[in-house]
């Protein structure tokens, strides 16, 4: 008979019940069964709970240990950007030192000999220290910013970039504004050549070193660029050892170039010696 005062107790007791009394075998089989895969459930979700603590800590040490390592690293990095740029400036200022030094040093044996006008092996072989050596020296003349071509013309046929400077400053006072050089495009005074010679001023023609015209007597160019090429050109065609002048020193260029008959040769030759030797200086200093 039933007792309607007494609850029935409720599945978890009973499970609870079953476990204190185990020993004494006094669950079903059944209760039994879900009691052990209740173990195991518990046993995988406390399994889970600890790997996912584990994965969280290694996780946590490897954000720590790569916090680290780029500290390390941006340590390492600006240490070695600094040491490569202290490098740097000690191996450049050694570099420029030197260079000066071998620039006092040539300056001053080519100071103490005659200046040739075919000598280039003087000229800095960093092009852009020698074009800004040449237009300091051409700074406020009508040939301002011509380092590039002067520099150009020199290494191409083979003459002295000083003499040239020398020859530019002696027949044109380097194409000054309102000169005959400076409205013809004409630094060297070079004598209209080819289909040009002979012809009246303003004539349209063409002649060997470039000209486009001719005032008469000396050659008109389009360009001071390409009147400063046609000067080089002129000597190495005409003037250099082998050819038909056959000159080998500043003295013969001259001599032939604006002889006794036209100029005062020898003072013309001393003042051009001497600016070569000047310029070549200048060039030279650091």
Not at 6 to 24: D, G, N, Q, T
Not at 113 to 135: E, F, H, L
């Amino acid at each position: 008979m039933k007792n309607p005062g007494r609850k029935k107790p409720s599945r978890r007791v009973i499970l609870i019940a079953c476990v204190l009394m185990m020993a004494a075998s006094s669950c079903s089989e059944t209760d039994q069964e879900q009691l052990k895969k209740m173990a195991e459930k518990a046993a995988q979700t406390a399994a889970a709970e600890g790997l996912k603590a584990v994965e969280t800590q290694a996780d946590k040490l490897k954000m720590t240990a790569i916090a680290i390592v780029e500290t390390e690293t941006d340590q390492l990095k600006s240490t070695g950007v600094a040491i490569a740029e202290t490098q740097a400036v000690y191996i450049k200022e050694t570099a420029v030192a030197q260079f000066a030094t071998q620039l006092a040093n040539l300056s001053g044996d080519l100071a103490r000999k005659t200046p040739s006008p075919w000598d280039t092996s003087w000229v800095p072989s960093d092009s852009q220290i020698a074009i800004d050596k040449i237009n300091d020296l051409l700074s406020g003349t009508g040939l301002v910013g011509a380092g590039d071509e002067i520099l150009h013309g020199s290494r191409q046929y083979g003459v002295n970039p000083a003499f040239a400077l020398a020859m530019f400053r002696k027949e044109a006072s380097f194409a000054a504004q309102d000169t005959r050089a400076r409205s013809n495009n004409n630094p060297g005074n070079v004598i209209a050549t080819g289909n040009c010679r002979g012809l009246p001023t303003g004539s349209s023609c063409s002649g060997v070193y470039g000209e486009i015209s001719t005032d008469g007597r000396f050659g008109v160019y389009a360009s001071i660029a390409d009147g400063i090429k046609a000067y080089f050109y002129l000597l190495e065609r005409e003037y250099k050892p082998g050819t038909d002048r056959n000159c080998s020193d500043i003295a013969c260029i001259v001599t032939v170039y604006c002889p006794p008959s036209e100029c005062e040769t020898n003072k013309y030759i001393d003042q051009i010696t001497g600016w070569t030797r000047e310029y070549q200086s200048q060039i030279l200093t650091p």
